[in-house]
C-alpha cells in the first residue's frame, strides 16, 4: 500500500480543474483562449472520432478479427493466450437499428464475465484481459462499445452511453441464461464505462465483482490531460476552453454527466479491484488511486494494485503471472465471502 496517498493523488487530479486564477486568466486572455482552443479542437477532433472499425488498420491488419486478436498477444508476448475459431462465437443483440455486436468464449457453466475494450478497440482486443477467466470455466463475453466496431453510434463519448450499453448486455446474459457469478472486467474507457455503469444501474441490476483497469474518473479533464501531454507548452486552460461544446458538437452527448470522482458510495457493496500502472502517461494512475479511497472510505471491500513500471493499459503484458493471479484470487475471495454471508 505504499504508493496509496489520497491527498496527494487528489491534488494531482485538481491539476485539471478550474480554479479561481485560471478563470482569471481565462477571462483575461479570453480572444487568444478562445482562438486558440477553437484551432486546436479542429486538430485534435479526428484523433477523437476517426479511427478504424472495419477494414484494415494503419499496418494493414484486418480490425476486430480473431487474426487481429492473435497478432496483438503475439506482439505483446503474452503466452498461452491464444484463441481458435471454434472457440468464438459472434452474435448481436438488440433492435437493428441500435445493434450491439458481440463475441462469446463459452463453457459449460453458470459463472459468466463481460470483458469491456477501451478507446478505439474492438470485442476481440475486449477479451484479452479476461482469458484467465475462460481458462477458469467462466464463459466470457465481450462486445464492441457504442461507436465502436459493429454497433451502433457515430461518434464516441468515451464511455457515456457505453453505459447503457454494456447494462443491455448484462440484460441479455441474466435473461438467456443461467447465472450463479457475474463479474465485469474494463480496461481503460471500458474500465471507467464498467465503473459509471456501477453509478447509474447497480443497484436494480446486481453484479458480482468488478475489476477497473487503468480508468479515467471525467473525460473532460481527460482531454484536458491529454491536451497538455501533447502541447506541453501551453497550458491547459488556454487549449481547452469549452471542450465540452466542441466535443457535444459530434457526440450529442454530454461529457460531464460521466463523473466517477464522486457518489461512489451508491455501489458501495459492490467489491472492486482497481489496476493501474504508475508510468501511465495517457490516464494518469492517480485517478485509481482517488476511485479506490473515495469508495473505500465506508466499507473496506475493494483492493488496489499499482504496477510500478507499466504504461497505458500495459499491466498485464508487463506483469501476465501477477496480473493473473491478483484478478482470480480478488475474484476468488469476494465470492468465499459472499457464499459465507449468505
Known amino acids: 500500500m505504499e504508493n496509496i496517498n489520497y491527498k496527494k493523488a487528489k491534488k494531482q487530479i485538481r491539476k485539471y480543474k478550474y480554479t479561481f ?3 482569471l486568466g481565462t477571462i483575461i486572455l479570453f480572444p487568444i483562449v478562445f482562438i486558440v482552443s477553437a484551432i486546436l479542437s479542429k486538430f485534435f477532433t479526428p484523433y477523437l472520432f476517426k479511427y478504424p472499425r472495419v477494414g484494415n488498420d494503419e499496418n494493414g491488419q484486418e480490425v476486430n478479427t480473431l487474426n487481429h486478436y492473435l497478432t496483438d498477444i503475439k506482439e505483446k508476448k503474452l ?3 491464444e484463441l481458435t475459431k471454434d472457440q468464438i462465437e459472434e452474435f448481436e443483440i438488440g433492435s437493428k437499428e441500435a445493434s450491439i455486436s458481440c463475441l462469446i468464449l ?6 459468466w464475465v463481460v470483458a469491456l475494450h477501451g478507446f478505439k478497440r474492438n470485442k476481440y482486443m475486449g477479451v484479452r484481459n479476461a482469458i484467465q477467466f475462460y481458462k477458469k470455466g467462466y464463459n466470457v463475453i465481450s462486445f464492441d462499445a457504442y461507436a ?3 454497433t451502433y453510434g457515430k461518434y464516441s463519448d468515451l464511455g ?10 448484462i440484460n441479455w446474459v441474466k435473461n438467456n441464461n443461467d ?7 474494463g480496461v481503460s474507457m471500458g474500465a471507467a464505462t464498467a465503473v459509471y455503469w456501477a453509478q447509474q444501474y447497480y443497484q436494480v441490476n446486481k453484479i458480482d465483482w468488478l475489476i477497473s483497469d487503468c480508468a479515467l474518473t471525467q473525460p473532460v479533464e481527460q482531454i484536458r490531460f491529454f491536451l497538455k501531454k501533447y502541447f506541453k507548452w501551453l497550458p491547459w486552460w488556454i487549449s481547452s476552453f469549452k471542450i465540452n461544446w466542441f466535443f457535444k458538437k459530434y457526440s450529442k452527448t454530454n461529457l460531464k454527466d460521466m463523473n466517477l470522482q464522486n457518489n461512489l458510495n451508491s455501489f458501495r457493496d459492490l467489491p472492486v479491484l482497481f489496476i493501474h500502472g504508475k508510468m501511465d502517461s ?5 485517478n485509481s488511486i482517488l476511485m479506490y479511497c473515495e469508495k473505500t472510505k465506508d ?5 488496489i494494485k499499482i504496477f510500478d513500471d507499466s504504461e497505458h493499459s500495459s499491466s498485464i503484458v508487463d506483469h501476465q503471472e501477477e496480473y493473473i493471479l491478483i484478478t482470480i484470487d480478488f475474484v476468488r475471495e469476494t465470492m468465499r465471502k459472499k457464499q459465507k454471508s449468505n
Do not use: A, M, P, Q
Not at 463459452?106 to 459463472?111: I, Q, R
Not at 495517457?282 to 492517480?286: H, K, P, Q, T
Open 21 to 23: 486564477l485560471k478563470v
Open 79 to 81: 503466452k498461452n493466450w
Open 106 to 111: 463459452k463453457n459449460n457453466s453458470n459463472k
Open 148 to 150: 465502436h466496431g459493429k
Open 160 to 169: 457515456v452511453t457505453n453505459s447503457k450499453v454494456l447494462n443491455e448486455v
Open 179 to 185: 447465472v450463479d457469478e457475474l463479474g465485469i472486467i
Open 282 to 286: 495517457f490516464i494518469d494512475y492517480n
Open 299 to 303: 466499507l473496506d471491500n475493494n483492493k
